[in-house]
């Protein structure tokens, strides 16, 4: 899952067309066939991502979901910069469908990976770029003066001579002029928008209630629709007797779907009530007998075979493990985890005889598109998607399970439907994290230096079963480990993949989390075999990495590395990720068995930064994320039947709970980073490494919450 190739001025094709008076600036994504804008206003408007209206209007079509990361915020930030206007005067309108919104690095019109900015860095800015220089061609020919005597301000063009006409009176004549080939960006030392500190955009509508989730949707003559799913993750349905349901307050259909038995009714709680008055006779399938031991029992099954796929090899890890003065070694298992969304999976789908409109909030709109197209027996292009507000993505809403019942249920009852996950529904029948079981083995020479490590990871690959075939290795299930921070001679990565027979899915941070997890515990390990101070064990094995020496060191120094209080205990964490390099100390105390988390500081060096606020925001955020999988984050399966239901029996972090969050953001010249999910690995290690100090207690599973921290 790595960024895609930078953008240049060359791979841009732009077409200007009038839309009501307006400029229409249209760009095309590398790669991306059959996207080339065209001069017919609604199709060009499909690749638009600025629009200029004769009333000054300026609306900037953004193509990643807004889920709480802040980019209906941090990209049209990009666009104003090179506009020289005030972000508080743009309109922000999702992206429809369409190939010009392809994120090359993702392969598809796809919020993930934490790239939005880092594709965007150039792309909106050259959009921007290139409406300010024809608005002041423009502006130039209607004054009959050099462009270079006049310059854009506050969404105007001003001349040397006082001169002052705004971009509305200017956009119909801009639309008219060529496209210029040589387009400047603002250096740096220039900016006024980006890398300030500035309140979200969409944040105003969440308080006041204007802003529109999937759940707010509201269509004239909308039914909604519950769904009944096989209790036992993959059943079937085997018989169904509905008469009692159909009999019900409101009711108008009952119907068989491959998602389960959907109930339609005039309101909600009266689907609800008539789902649950169903009889139905489910067939278990395969999943009858599976439960958390029979899963890890499979992963350690397939890891003791050997036979696995490698992903990385410098060296000879094998050999030199055997001649290490030190060998150590340890396997570490990591559990199913829950998206846990504060927003239960929903959609609503209007069926009509020639296409279909899809409300949701989604992450993968041309996915959702093709999914609702199946659905309704219609072609892609006659299924109009509207992406709304998430509550919550966290890399559920890739997935597209909750989209075929609504767009069924609108086609049999000829009017807009919304289906709506009960909260139980989304507990039990998510995409959940797969499970991880990793051997690791490393080797010191007589001087302590790591001169050996092998890492063999064992789980299910979540990109087979979303985006097939994987050939070789799944790169989803390698992140953190492939690419090791550390200078090691000889070192070897390998996968093996075991299924589990239940749908597994990305999370916030994918495997990132796992594979941190591992390293950077086994870093402690290794650090206290060759008795060194594990700060000191770490930046030794860093002298080819610069970054990550300065943001260990920074973290060190904030956090008052070896001077916590009588009582208190210390761990260090450290990763790149999203080409983000960050570094965390956890400080903790255990009293009578319990622990407490007092403080985590968390040094980010993540490139330029559009917004600091939003960066810091979206790293507290994260830290909060990986407390909540660290300390308690499982799910219990039992007969194939996961038995976390709410929130009572799936634990969040409380507000009483959160510690002290320090995030130190570093200056940086370097291009963006990933942000979004690149705080939650680190919070694991940094917790149990602490742990260990204070316990003398390896913890090699999680979560932390089910096991006893009594010293060893």
Not at 217 to 229: D, R
Not at 603 to 630: H, K, W, Y
């Amino acid at each position: 899952m790595r960024p895609g190739p930078e953008l240049s001025r060359r791979d841009f094709l732009n077409a200007t067309a009038t839309v009501g008076g307006g400029l229409i600036i249209a760009l095309t994504l590398p790669g991306a066939a059959g996207s080339a804008p065209v001069g017919h206003p609604s199709a060009s408007e499909l690749n638009a991502w600025l629009r200029i209206g004769r009333d000054n209007s300026i609306t900037i079509i953004v193509d990643r979901s807004e889920m709480g990361q802040g980019v209906y915020t941090a990209l049209p930030m990009l666009m104003a910069e090179e506009l020289n206007i005030n972000l508080d005067l743009i309109q922000i309108v999702a992206a429809p469908v369409g190939d010009a919104y392809i994120s090359p690095g993702n392969g598809g019109q796809i919020t993930g990976t934490s790239n939005s900015v880092q594709e965007s860095w150039d792309k909106l800015r050259m959009a921007g770029a290139t409406a300010r220089t024809m608005l002041i061609a423009a502006a130039a020919q209607r004054w009959r003066v050099d462009p270079a005597q006049c310059h854009a301000k506050n969404g105007t063009i001003v001349n040397d001579r006082g001169g002052v006409l705004t971009y509305g009176e200017l956009a119909a004549a801009a639309a008219k002029l060529p496209t210029p080939k040589d387009v400047k960006l603002k250096p740096k030392i220039n900016f006024e928008v980006i890398g300030k500190p500035r309140p979200r955009t969409d944040t105003p509508g969440k308080v006041d209630g204007s802003a529109e989730f999937g759940l707010d949707v509201k269509l004239p003559g909308m039914l909604y629709a519950a769904l009944a799913q096989s209790p036992v993750l993959g059943g079937k349905v085997q018989a169904l007797d509905s008469g009692a349901a159909e009999k019900m307050p409101g009711v108008h259909k009952v119907m068989t779907t491959q998602s389960g038995v959907v109930v339609v009714a005039d309101h909600f709680w009266q689907a609800l009530k008539a789902r649950n008055a169903l009889s139905v006779t489910w067939d278990p399938g395969p999943n009858v007998r599976l439960d958390n031991a029979a899963i890890h029992a499979m992963l350690k099954k397939t890891a003791a075979a050997g036979d696995g796929l490698s992903a990385r090899a410098d060296g000879d890890a094998a050999a030199a493990l055997k001649s290490a003065k030190q060998r150590l070694s340890a396997a570490y298992y990591l559990p199913l985890l829950a998206h846990a969304t504060m927003e239960p999976m929903n959609c609503t789908a209007d069926v009509k005889a020639d296409g279909c409109d899809l409300y949701v909030g989604t992450q993968v709109q041309q996915v959702a598109q093709t999914t609702a197209a199946t659905a309704a027996g219609l072609a892609p292009a006659q299924v109009r998607v509207y992406t709304t507000l998430i509550g919550g993505g966290f890399g559920r809403r890739l997935d597209i399970d909750f989209i075929p019942a609504a767009v069924e249920a609108s086609k049999a009852v000829g009017r807009p439907v919304k289906v709506i996950w009960t909260r139980e529904d989304d507990m039990t029948h998510d995409t959940y994290r797969p499970p991880a079981y990793e051997e690791v083995s490393g080797g010191l020479d007589a001087a302590g230096k790591l001169i050996a490590w092998k890492l063999h990871i064992t789980s299910p690959s979540i990109t087979e079963r979303m985006f097939p075939p994987v050939k070789g290795v799944d790169d989803s299930v390698i992140e953190a480990a492939v690419n090791n921070l550390y200078d090691v001679p000889n070192l070897a990565v390998s996968y093996s993949r075991q299924e589990i027979g239940i749908d597994v899915g990305y999370l916030r941070s994918v495997s990132h989390a796992p594979n941190c997890f591992v390293i950077e515990s086994f870093m402690d390990e290794l650090a206290a075999a060759a008795g060194k101070n594990p700060f000191d064990f770490r930046m030794q094995h860093l002298a080819k990495k610069p970054r990550q020496r300065r943001v260990l060191q920074l973290a060190a120094e904030r956090a008052g590395w070896g001077k916590a209080p009588s009582g208190r205990y210390q761990g260090m964490a450290l990763m790149e990720g999203y080409t983000t390099h960050l570094a965390q100390v956890a400080e903790i105390s255990i009293v009578g068995g319990e622990l407490k988390v007092h403080k985590i500081v968390c040094v980010v060096d993540c490139g330029q930064m559009v917004n600091p606020r939003i960066v810091e925001s979206q790293i507290e955020s994260g830290i909060v994320f990986g407390l909540t999988a660290a300390l308690w984050g499982d799910v219990t399966i039992v007969g194939g039947r996961v038995q976390q239901t709410n929130f009572n029996n799936y634990r969040l972090l409380r507000n009483n709970e959160l510690p002290e969050l320090y995030v130190h953001l570093v200056d940086s010249d370097e291009a963006p980073g990933g942000i979004g999910e690149a705080a939650v690995p680190l919070v694991a290690p940094a917790l149990c490494n602490a742990i260990f100090t204070a316990t003398g207690k390896r913890l090699r599973a999680l979560p932390i919450g089910t096991q006893k921290l009594q010293k060893a």
